[in-house]
């Protein structure tokens, strides 16, 4: 007698498995590989240059002590809210503020606000830093981001009385 053998199919059962499993594993290529809505290619590339942090290797957002430690201090928090954290820099450079947000929407509200005050600081996903204009300039080759100027309210002091 010759042995016989016997080449078993896999079961409906097992086959929807395999299908479900090799579906749900090449689910985050496809949602990586995707981009955003209404982003073009060109756009992608310009805020991922713009927001990472070249000397530190990092994109932020990040944490308060994080974007604090790559500046080269130790922050004391100040504010600890839901909408917010802000902590405190004082180094020999000088002090400087900062902040970051839970939310995008709630650094918007923060520029926002903060644009009655003007100014300039330096602007990333979801944290600020607010220090004297000097320093940003430093800090953005560090942590990336954009140094932006805020225009306050009121007549500006070139524009007012002068010769």
């Known amino acids: 007698?010759?042995?016989?053998?016997?080449?078993?199919?896999?079961?409906?059962?097992h086959t929807a498995r395999l299908r479900r499993g090799a579906a749900l594993?090449?689910?985050?290529?496809?949602?990586?590989?995707g981009g955003g809505e209404g982003e073009s290619a060109a756009e992608r590339k310009?805020?991922?240059a713009?927001?990472?942090?070249?000397e530190a290797g990092v994109v932020a957002p990040a944490k308060v002590e994080v974007?604090?430690?790559?500046?080269?201090?130790t922050?004391?928090?100040?504010?600890?809210?839901?909408?917010?954290?802000?902590?405190l820099c004082s180094t020999k450079q000088g002090d400087y503020r900062i902040t970051t947000f839970p939310e995008e929407r709630y650094?918007?509200?923060?520029?926002?606000?903060a644009a009655v005050y003007g100014g300039k600081y330096l602007v990333?996903?979801?944290w600020v830093v607010s220090a004297r204009p000097e320093l940003l300039e430093g800090f953005r080759a560090r942590l990336g981001g954009t140094v932006e100027e805020l225009r306050g309210i009121g007549p500006s002091a070139s524009a007012s009385f002068g010769p």
């Open 1 to 13: 007698m010759t042995p016989r053998t016997q080449t078993r199919q896999p079961s409906r059962g």
């Open 25 to 33: 594993a090449l689910l985050p290529l496809a949602v990586a590989c």
């Open 46 to 48: 310009r805020v991922a």
């Open 50 to 54: 713009v927001t990472a942090a070249p």
């Open 67 to 73: 974007i604090a430690g790559l500046t080269g201090c």
């Open 75 to 87: 922050a004391e928090i100040r504010i600890e809210a839901a909408e917010l954290r802000e902590g």
């Open 107 to 113: 650094k918007v509200t923060w520029l926002d606000t």
């Open 124 to 126: 990333g996903t979801r």
